[in-house]
């Protein structure tokens, strides 16, 4: 039963949440022009219409995450394909929802940042939109880190295919299906909605199944992250032998099995952690190139994956030079529990608040996992398109086992479901935003 409730753990590493089909950007800001990264020095923009590649890839290198560049030098077992063409377009930021930067408008001014006894951070005085629009010291790295954790998210996804597929260092592969539906409550902005009752409290809730192998359907989790940062979330798990769901240890989260390469701290597209237990460092504010509004491939895997490196081929988008905040997360020594990484550089976006590139250290300090966050822009109803709602392709490649795993959502014939636009089932509360509802899964 403890295996078990491990292999739930770790499949269910990206919460995210699923895509609308066929996005209409509306008015976005597209730049084109010859941008220069000010933290870099003087140096030109990567020109649009550029493809960097093995023989020249050494000209673009300041505009990579350190981890890329690893991949391009060969230092690690997972290298760069000799073929490998990343494919330069303009950068376009695609509005963000009128609600949220209301809300922001209206309430960051408000919002201030108290002194734990811990040593750590917490937010006072937040109730939607940006915490921190315009972010200086002190505490800098922490304001990202904050505007990162309340991104805009639709107030409902549901997706109904998705899938996982880990690859080891021989090439052979292993495929689950899976199935979420994240609903978000408190501080969500969506037009018409507000959580009340028993819901008020919470910031948002995943819950999650697999679909396939047979052995392992309807093995489920739910996640439930609360509206006050500083109280833990709770996570449960229904193991279908059994019949019955059941409260899962905190010191499973750093678990990962059944073929994956994560673990909790890895779920919602990159970062699944209680900001008031971290350090967070601000390391600079950078152009890279990064790879946002995706194609997900239309094939089973591994289409649109460049083998054995599995890098995004050409038909999966084109690649944007982005503006990003770069921070370096750790683990107070005050808040105790398992760490599951020593470091966690991350790559954030700076108009989406997305996270696009995270590298985390393992116990030496040496690099043990990448994980890239590849979004899809979709339609929200009423809103626009929007990005960081869980339609993505992602992929880890574990550098201390020589192992990988992709992740494609939606896929195949897999629909990606926004607010009004899921079908009446996923909109009930009981059966998916509490323990209790688990119980009903195999009735």
Known sequence: ??????????????????????????????????A???????????????????????????????????????????????????????????PLPKNYLDATEKYAGQVTIEELPTGG?????????????????????????????????????????????????????NCIGIQY????????????????????????????MLLEPEQLKYTTTLSIVY????????????????RRYQQLSASARCSETAGTDANHDDYQFGFDS?????????????????MVDSIEPKGAFPDGFDLPLGWPKPSMGKWQLRDVDEISLSKLPSAGGSTCYTKRVIYIDSHYNNPLWIENYGKDLKPARIHAVFPRAVEAPGIGPVLGTGSDAEIFWNLEQNHATFTVEPALDGKHYINEQAPKEFDDLPRYSTPSGLNLIMR
């Open 274 to 290: 209680n900001i008031t237990q971290l350090k967070a460092e601000y390391v600079a504010h950078r152009k890279i190139l990064l």
């Open 227 to 242: 509206a006050d940062p500083t109280r833990s979330e709770d996570s449960y798990a229904f193991i279908p032998s059994l």
């Open 121 to 173: 951070l917490t937010l006072k005085n937040y109730h939607g939109g940006i915490p921190f629009p315009n972010t200086q010291e002190p505490h800098r790295g922490w304001k990202v880190l904050a505007n990162m954790w309340f991104r805009y998210m639709p107030h409902l996804v549901a997706q109904t295919y998705g899938y996982t597929c880990g690859v080891d260092s021989l090439g052979s592969t």
């Open 36 to 94: 220069t990264a000010s933290s870099q020095g003087d140096v030109a923009a990567v020109p649009v219409g550029t493809t960097i590649t093995m023989q020249n890839w050494q000209n673009f290198k300041q505009f990579m995450p350190d981890g890329m560049v690893a991949f391009f030098e060969g230092r690690q077992f997972w290298k760069m394909p000799s073929d490998v063409a990343i494919e330069v377009g303009p950068t376009v930021d695609h």
């Open 1 to 34: 039963m403890q295996r078990q409730i491990a292999i739930l753990l770790a499949l269910v590493f990206f919460p995210p949440l699923a895509k609308a089909e066929g996005p209409t950007p509306a008015a976005p800001v597209i730049n084109v022009g010859s």
């Open 181 to 208: 539906v994240l609903r978000q409550f408190a501080y969500n902005t969506d037009p018409g909605f507000q959580a009340t009752g028993q819901y008020a409290d919470i910031f948002f809730t995943n819950w999650f």
